[in-house]
């Protein structure tokens, strides 16, 4: 028997939710099995069966949340999962599961060393056995939802502040409720004093409201400013919460400023239409932000500054060139990420564009599509907008925001001439890049439009 | 006025002044007058005060710890060097059996105002039998005072007091330590035993030390603050018996997250003690539990590599800091 435990799926990520089981109590798995589905900060990911056997025991249901590290599931040789009551008994046996690699050099280590005690982690056979039955009870209790684990300061801030602490997801070891989740909880519940009730709220009788909002609404939410009881309140997504953190971060700390410039697209549409002619049935179709993403890696090269990052008082220019295109999804926005545009070929950048942003909507996107990213494109082309401005995607120091390219009577030679206009927006991060730099980028990358076989090379 | 001065500067002066304030001083010890000391914090005191106040000793523990007590008894108030603390092993019987305890079974009649000097600590390529931190063994002893001074100005002002204390003191000191410079403030400073202090400020999570790996986490931290933004305390324990309670309590109640980091082996160590006494005195304001920090519980390989890879230090604190501080102050960093 053995627990399965929420992987460490991305660097940055502490915690991650189970969109929903794969295989159910009873089922029969085997390694390399998808079990669940993974939402983390990132992406959605599959959880995998380390080993074969009977998923035994579901810990952690389908939309909760728990830190990297604690179990989510047990998986048995199926005698388990009748009496599952019964597992911590047999638990000393099995290797401690929170660190499966070092337990098992400690045990390797353990018969060549001439004294019992060999490490100051895993000191004696005794200290190290007591440890996982101290550990397993707590995993028990917790999944039977009938006690809770909280470090004392939580449990007393806890009681000083009026909160229940059901309505709290621990993210210390083990899943323990700490002065973190506490902070964050106050945070997210505002200034209110603390006598305030839920029972004293809301004038609304609760009985009338329809059930799918109760449902929906946050237990954290009644005192402040309080949503109409006609309101549809939803909870957002950890991609949506991590979206508003990190914009909130860019606009907060990053000082935009902003160069639109117009280009004529006439001759690029041009060519697209042949260069797709070409390309056959079944060839891959090239867009116009795929030549836009394009002309913007090939300026790129020419103002390494523009393809840089700020980092405490170092700016760090990246050697290479990776430009993330922005894709609207349902849950919001991702900028998954063409690597070394600048040396892939238009075809090649349209067949990776295309598989991303399938993979994007599909909600299919891994942690590798969407790192490393040093340049973004945003583009609202096929929407109709005459112009719009992004906002920058950290720790990069520049977006461009494409609108659309509309027939317009320009005039050529003093001749009023029809032609392809299309407005693009540079927001750049004022303190690595300056204004001229980023007119002389989009003269670059207009140059370039104008001379769309420049960008076959 | 503040001198720069190394902590064995600072520990010579001390005896050095003590021996001019006081005639019935007097220095006790292996290799202390002629050869002036094996880590040379006598040099130079037998020419200035003679064989009378600066006594060499033949290599036999327990029977100068022995005559020191009894010189004690008498009056007199001997300052006892042990070569190392490993030696002192064979002053056992002196030491428990006696210094401790003559004062409270003969009904107060005679008080053991005696310091016992000793060096401990590893890291020197010394092996096994010459690298330890034993300390422990006299802070568990009801009637010896244990102090351990980490800095120059602690030395001085520590060791002042241990002399004019009327109870027997083991006065800790440590090989890596006797280099280290600082301030060491002029004229008759006196630091309180039983009295811990608070090096560093901070309020995310507390590191208990004493000796050398006080040193040593107060420069973690300082360096972490910067790097990290993290912001650690740094409570230097100066004395491990008596043991003050209230610095240590304070803190917890500030920061709610302790790491004790300790030279000694980590099984019923300085970190055991400090963690029983914060969790019956403190349990409400714990966040998490408390974390020791210790060196590996093997004999100290005399290999330069394996003696790096078993004793703990900065590398193990930092480990430890990142493991246990709170989860919200890690992500701003």
Redesign the interface.
Known sequence: MSEISMPRLSDTM?EGTISRWLKQPGDEVKKGDVLAEIETDKATMDLEAYESGTLEKILVQGGETVPIGQAVAVIGSGSGAQNAGAEPAQQPAQEPSPAPATARTATEEAPA?P?P????KN?APAAESTNVQQRVPEIAERSDGASIKV??????MAEEHNIDLHQLQG???GGRI???DI??YLEQRGPTPSTATPETAPAAPPQEAPAAAQAAAPAAQPEAGAPPPDAEVVKLSRVQVLIARRLTESKQTIPHFYVSSEVDMTDVLAMRQTFNASAGEDGVKVTVNDLIVKACALALEKFPEVNSSLKDDQLIKYKRVNVGIAVDVPSGLVVPVIRDTNIKGVRSIAREAKELIAKARANKLSTADLEGGTFSVSNLGMMDASNFIAVINPPQAAILAVASARKQFVPVDGQPVIRDMMTMTMSADHRIIYGATVARFLQEVKRMLHDPYSLLG | MMAEITYRQALHDTLREELLRDENVLLVGEEIGVFEGSYKITAGLLKEFGPKRVVDTPIVENGFVGMATGAAMLGLRPIVEIMTINFIVLAMDQIVNHAAKIYSMFGGQCPIPLVIRTPGGGGQQLAATHSQNLEVWFAHVPGLKVVAPSSPADAKGLLRTSVRDNNPVIFLENLALYNIKGGVPDGDYMVPIGKAQVTKEGSDLTVISYSRMSAVALDVARRMEEENKLSIEVVDLRSLRPLDYETILNSVRKTNRVIVFEEDWRSYGVGAEIAALIQEYAFDDLDAPIKRVASLEVPLPYSKPLELATLTGAKQLVESINEIAPRRRRSQS
Request: aromatic share 0%; net charge negative; charged share 35%.
């Open positions: 502490q060393a004294e005690a060999a490490d100051s000191q470090s004392p300061l939580a449990r007393r993210t210390g070891p700490v002065r973190d902070e964050d």
